[in-house]
């Protein structure tokens, strides 16, 4: 990249995003920014990586990943101009060029697309008005299982519309801002 205001297209920070490695190592720098070390950050994805604790990473499984991060994975990122790395003190830090990658690396919980959890949401609650019907419950017994029924399809309709209505508004504002 040569310019500060270069941004990282879309296909861009995707190929750099298509390792796992890579994608672990800018979201442990995203949470460290002062920068880290070439080997502790090895060690922290090591642990990652073998899923356990950072006490118990081997030497070999961290030389394992510190070779492919410094051979490959940081000379990647570097090049692509989002992170810095002082080879004299091991140190990497991000550089204004990591939130072009990093945006795409949000945790579950920060997504907006919580779709089946309010598709789960719609299985229970249409689960226990259809019971309560089938059973008779008070409130529910003026209820017939064909209107609870038809009232449970048409509410899913009605989120699956909804679901398409959002993700073309998502893909159209994705293709606009690959546009410039």
């Known amino acids: 990249m040569s310019e500060d205001t270069d941004i990282l297209s879309p296909d861009q ?10 994608r672990y190592a800018l979201h442990y720098l995203s949470e460290h920014p002062e920068g880290e ?19 118990k990473v081997s030497k070999k499984q961290q030389k394992r990943v510190y ?10 990122l570097e090049a ?5 790395y002082d080879s004299e003190s091991g140190l ?12 795409y690396l949000q945790d579950d919980e920060d997504r907006s697309d919580q779709w089946h959890r ?9 689960t226990a008005v259809f019971t309560a019907t089938a059973l008779e419950l008070p409130v529910f017994a003026a209820l017939t299982p064909t209107i609870v029924g038809l009232a449970i399809l048409f509410a ?25």
């Open 118 to 126: 309010y598709y789960l949401a719609l299985v229970v609650a249409g």
């Open 156 to 180: 899913f309709g009605a989120l699956t519309v909804q679901y398409f209505l959002v993700r073309r508004r998502e893909s159209q504002g994705v293709s606009r801002s690959s546009e410039h």
């Open 80 to 84: 692509e101009g989002v992170v810095d």
């Open 92 to 103: 990497i830090t991000l550089t204004s060029h990591a939130d072009d990658v990093t945006t």
């Open 67 to 76: 070779v492919s991060l410094y051979q490959t994975h940081i000379p990647k």
């Open 37 to 55: 070390k070439l080997q502790e950050l090895a060690r922290r994805l090591a642990a990652w990586e073998n899923e356990i604790s950072v006490e």
């Open 13 to 22: 920070a995707f190929d750099i995003l298509s390792n796992q490695r890579r």
